[in-house]
């Protein structure tokens, strides 16, 4: 247990659903990121945030999907009108002081949509 | 694209046999990390070598890491099936990753 924790663990849906994912990393962390994997695909980067400000967010992201970190705690990570494609696992990790240290990883949520 | 790239995409070896995976990057860094996710679970951090140093081990692993050339490499000796998992780099730069490399000790 690395004290970084997701919630669902598993989400099946519907394709046109919306879908909310939650992340809490270890409290002092400043850093939190957002990954979204696929089989046998190495974790690709969705984005980040420094305490409550989202720093960077990937070109491949599209407009359904929005992050939050309010208070610069806990995040979400929010998918609208889900399609087939985003089938993935969602991973979130943390880390207390930028690119210096190792991300502390969640063990992620998987997400179906049918 | 991402910094970290690793090398083979794949490597199957017996118990017992150490195993050899690479990464090469893009830009100059400040730290390298090696990270193992275990099928349908979380990453796991292993090691993070700094850019002044050339080689660091913990355990059974042994990271070196070469800026001239851009690379670094993961050494597991006396592997067990236990290790079977896929093998992550990542840099300070961008904390990106590649595919990885799947490894498979067989018992």
């Known amino acids: 247990d690395t004290g970084v924790s997701q919630d669902p663990r598993h989400k099946i849906t519907k394709r046109g659903q919306n879908v909310t994912f939650r992340c809490d990393p270890i409290?002092?962390?400043?850093?939190l990121y957002w990954y979204r994997q696929t089989l046998g695909q190495g974790p690709e980067f969705l984005t980040y945030?420094?305490?409550?400000?989202?720093?960077?967010k990937s070109r491949l992201l599209s407009d359904r999907f929005s992050a939050e970190r309010p208070k610069g705690s806990f995040s979400t990570l929010e998918i609208q009108r889900t399609e087939q494609g985003d089938s993935a696992m969602y991973l979130c990790?943390?880390?207390?002081?930028?690119?210096?240290?190792?991300?502390?990883f969640g063990e992620g949520s998987r997400l179906t949509v049918l | 694209s991402q910094q970290g790239e690793e090398d083979p995409q794949a490597l199957s070896i017996q118990e017992g046999e150490n195993a050899t995976m690479n990464c090469s990057y893009k830009?100059?860094?400040?730290?390298l990390q090696w990270y193992r996710q275990n099928s349908g679970r979380g990453l796991v951090h292993l090691i993070l070598?700094?850019?002044?140093?050339r080689e660091k081990h913990s355990g059974r692993l042994r990271v070196t890491l070469d800026t001239s050339k851009k690379s670094s490499s993961l050494l597991i000796t006396a592997s067990r099936a236990a290790d079977t998992a896929s093998y992550f780099c990542?840099?300070?730069?961008?904390?990106?990753f590649g595919a990885g490399t799947r490894l498979t000790v067989k018992p």
């Open positions: 945030f420094q305490n409550e400000a989202q720093l960077e």
């Open positions: 990542a840099t300070d730069v961008d904390m990106r």
């Open positions: 990790a943390s880390n207390p002081d930028g690119n210096t240290g190792e991300l502390f």
């Open positions: 409290s002092e962390h400043n850093r």
């Open positions: 070598i700094r850019s002044n140093e």
């Open positions: 830009t100059s860094i400040n730290n």
